[in-house]
């Protein structure tokens, strides 16, 4: 016997609804309208929740944004969660692209900035949470470029329905995650008796998931000590 040489299993979402009512005991012929409208509600809110144990490595992508000279506020798509990685990038004169890292400033760091419209290079950035978020960039970008900003942003796990046979927006090592956290959703409506069970799963499941999202880099930490000094 051979295997099936594929890693392609990806099933609709009404799939899932269907298994995770299983999870449940409530069979295929027992699902209603109202079990189909519940679930919807439920895996939704789920990876609701799941957009906040950011940084989700498959939602990561790279934003490029054309600096202007002066303008120190830049859109951010709505979908962003979070902002990771941001530097800017301009040509040495010769077709090459020199990158400059920049860092973050809280809210209050970027109130306490004296000048905010003073134009040179750019060494830090706020960024804005709003429904409508932004970022904010000090130094103002001079008229030395011209710049690119390019940052990594963490962004929203697609919607999930159930008609036309959507499939989920996770990666195939996801699936038992949203399996068994769904199930444990529902129990809460459909099958008391079967919360603790499969809320155990569920949480077992995720932890698992969650621990291999991430990057298998090593970890170096270089506390500063300019602070310190002898007595």
């Known amino acids: 016997m051979t295997s099936s040489g594929s890693s392609s299993f990806n099933p609709a979402i009404g799939e899932f609804v269907l298994y995770c009512y299983g999870l449940c005991g409530i069979r295929r012929a027992a699902i209603a309208q109202e079990h189909l409208v519940d679930a919807r509600m439920a895996m939704n809110l789920m990876l609701a ?12 992508d790279l934003v490029e944004v054309p600096l202007v000279q002066g303008q120190a506020v830049y859109p951010v798509d709505p979908s962003t969660i979070m902002v990771l990685d941001i530097y800017w990038r301009v040509n040495d ?4 692209p020199i990158d400059t890292i920049i860092w973050p400033l809280s809210r209050t760091e970027y109130a306490s900035m004296p000048n905010k419209d003073m134009q040179g290079r750019v060494t830090s950035f706020w960024f804005d949470r709003l429904l409508s978020p932004s970022i904010t960039l000090w130094q103002v970008p001079d008229g030395n470029g011209p710049y690119l900003l390019r940052y990594y942003r963490v962004t929203q796990i697609f919607d ?11 990666p195939n090592r996801w699936f038992g995650a949203f399996a068994w956290g769904l199930a444990s959703r529902l129990a809460h409506s459909y099958a008391p008796e079967q919360v603790m069970r499969l809320e155990a799963k569920a949480q077992q499941a995720l932890q698992n ?14 506390p500063s000590i300019n602070s310190y000094y002898s007595r």
Request: glycine share 10%; aromatic share 8%.
């Open 209 to 222: 998931a969650q621990e291999e999202d991430t990057e298998d880099v090593p970890l170096f930490l270089s």
């Open 160 to 170: 999930a329905n159930l008609q036309g046979g959507e499939t989920l927006d996770l």
């Open 49 to 60: 929740e799941w957009n906040n144990d950011t940084p989700n490595l498959w939602k990561v």
């Open 93 to 96: 004169g010769n077709g090459n």
